[in-house]
């Protein structure tokens, strides 16, 4: 095969730690009809990416794998039929097969959108998955009107950043529950409270929140239901354990998660706030391709203040 027709990209062969993760020489993709062609400068990392990696999707994904979601970079080619974007157009987005981490990757159009003006490649990478699973939650799903309160758990990770900046930019007094250290970081993004869960329980405190937002997820599910007060909901974003007894006790509802296929309607609504300056990013870490493997150690360690980055071309952003 002739070296203009390969890539360098992780890939791993079978399931398991971040030491399954390998740096390759690959087929570089065509685009089929609508399709991008995108030259991947930057790729996001979320929890998807390891749990995937780690076998939790059992065969929902073929081996070989080659992970990564969330990309920015310029269109190097589109597909028959594509014709919302030009070659040399920075964009981002998110794609429908996973492959990001690589020097290139396919895009359906109507998965992408324009890079905002005021982010770089590495700004614009952290955000598809998150903003956007942090907006549904919110106000899709949570209905979340302005006045009420809402508790996010896990404020300063990937989503719940992006989740206290959303929760205050539609009117709602924001309750962010992570560790200590993290409380000045959270009070910044906008939280009128602190939870710091290290000294308080959550379930010592009724809080009276109208919706809890859960990025955490887990087998503690129930400690968040006190802080709920009756008629709230709670709207998890990864899988949780929550009691049905509990549940009904507290006269609360447990929404159920949604996993979503983003589109070019909400990339551009997430654009306009980055453009107007209402929403921003925070990168927690930036590591070159290949050495993904510290990205998802990173990221499984679930210690993160916002989001963790793959830069794979460190042309100007």
């Known amino acids: 095969m002739a070296e203009t027709e390969t890539m360098n990209a992780i890939r791993y062969h079978a399931h398991g730690g971040p030491e399954v993760l390998q740096y390759e020489r690959v087929e570089r993709p065509k685009a089929s009809a609508g399709e991008v062609l995108v030259k991947v400068h930057a790729v996001g990392i979320n929890p998807g990416d390891w749990q995937i990696r780690s076998g939790l999707a059992g065969d929902a994904f073929p081996l070989p794998y080659i992970p990564g979601w969330d990309v920015s970079g310029i269109v190097a080619a589109v597909g028959p039929g594509a014709e919302r974007f030009r070659e040399g157009e920075a964009v981002y987005g998110m794609t429908a097969n996973s492959a990001g981490c690589a ?3 396919t895009v359906p159009e109507s998965q992408l959108a324009r890079k905002p003006e005021p982010l770089s490649h590495i700004q614009a990478a952290a955000v598809p998955m998150s903003a ?56 910044e993004l906008g939280a009128d409270e602190f939870i710091d869960y290290t000294v308080t329980p959550i379930e010592q405190l009724p809080l009276a929140a109208d919706l809890v937002l859960d990025t955490v997820g887990g087998a503690e599910g129930d400690r968040l239901l006190n802080a709920l007060k ?17 549940v009904a006790e507290r006269a ?4 159920p998660v949604r996993l979503l296929q983003i589109t070019a309607a909400d990339l551009e609504r ?10 921003r990013v925070v990168i927690d870490t930036v590591v070159p391709l290949k050495d993904t493997r510290q990205a998802h150690e990173r990221s499984e360690s679930r210690r ?14």
């Open 304 to 317: 993160t203040r916002g989001k963790i980055v793959i830069e794979v071309c460190q042309q100007a952003q």
């Open 270 to 279: 997430l654009s306009q706030l980055f453009d107007e300056g209402r929403l």
């Open 230 to 246: 009756p008629g709230g909901s709670l709207v998890p974003v990864t899988y949780g354990q929550y009691s049905v007894d509990r």
């Open 103 to 105: 020097e290139y990757v």
């Open 252 to 255: 609360v509802r447990i929404l």
């Open 132 to 187: 956007f699973t942090a907006w549904h939650a919110l106000t899709e799903q949570g209905q979340l009107k302005p006045g009420q309160t809402v508790l996010i758990n896990g404020a300063s990770g990937g989503i719940g950043h992006f989740a206290v900046q959303i929760a205050k930019l539609n009117g709602a007094k924001v309750i962010g529950v992570a560790s200590g250290r993290n409380e000045g970081f959270v009070r």
